[in-house]
């Protein structure tokens, strides 16, 4: 069976992302963790989607990354795009770059994915798609990347997430020489 990996930027105070326009320009994981991407951080994300055949990704994470990569050329990038994407949306009707739409109920349809053979299911960012996944077991492992800022606005990670109390065993720390450290936890 497949294991579904999750692959989240944090920064020290929780932040993921920003949802008001009017932060936009630091509380983005593009804008305060690129100081931070270094050789160690293109190596660990490179490892990781070579462990993958497969992205899940949410509406927001799939259109952000839809735009910053389809354009892209070089080995990394092609990879990237070529790798087959599943989407999961109340909203959009149809996708672009190698992706498919779920259909039906998305608990269901990832159970389905993580039983056909292949390597690992990649899924970047956290957002409205965790509460299904989490609440229904299905992350098997979770790496965040917690980056040496304090961005102090927007949206924390798993803010109104809705689910229950989850316990999870630390697996793994990997530290990198520009202070971001990967701390990788497992369903306890």
Do not use: C
């Amino acid at each position: 069976m497949r294991k579904l990996i999750e692959s989240t930027f944090v920064s020290l105070d929780g932040i993921i992302d920003d949802t008001r326009p009017s932060t936009a320009s630091r509380a983005q994981p593009q804008h305060w963790g690129q100081p931070y991407w270094d050789e160690d951080h293109g190596g660990y994300s490179q490892r990781l989607i070579n462990s993958a055949d497969l992205f899940l990704l949410g509406r927001v994470t799939y259109q952000a990354f839809a735009e910053a990569w389809s354009a892209r050329e070089g080995a990394s990038a092609d990879q990237f795009n070529n790798l087959p994407k599943y989407v999961a949306t109340r909203t959009l009707t149809e996708t672009t770059w190698n992706s498919t739409l779920i259909q039906g109920d998305v608990a269901e349809e990832v159970a389905r994915l993580k039983e056909q053979p292949g390597k690992n299911i990649l899924k970047w960012g956290t957002g409205e798609l965790d509460r299904t996944l989490v609440a229904h077991g299905l992350v098997d492992e979770f790496h965040f990347w917690y980056f040496p800022v304090i961005v102090g606005a927007d949206k924390h990670l798993f803010e109104g997430a809705g689910f229950d109390t989850t316990h999870l065993k630390l697996a793994e720390v990997n530290r990198f020489d520009s202070g971001i450290a990967v701390h990788v936890y497992v369903p306890k």
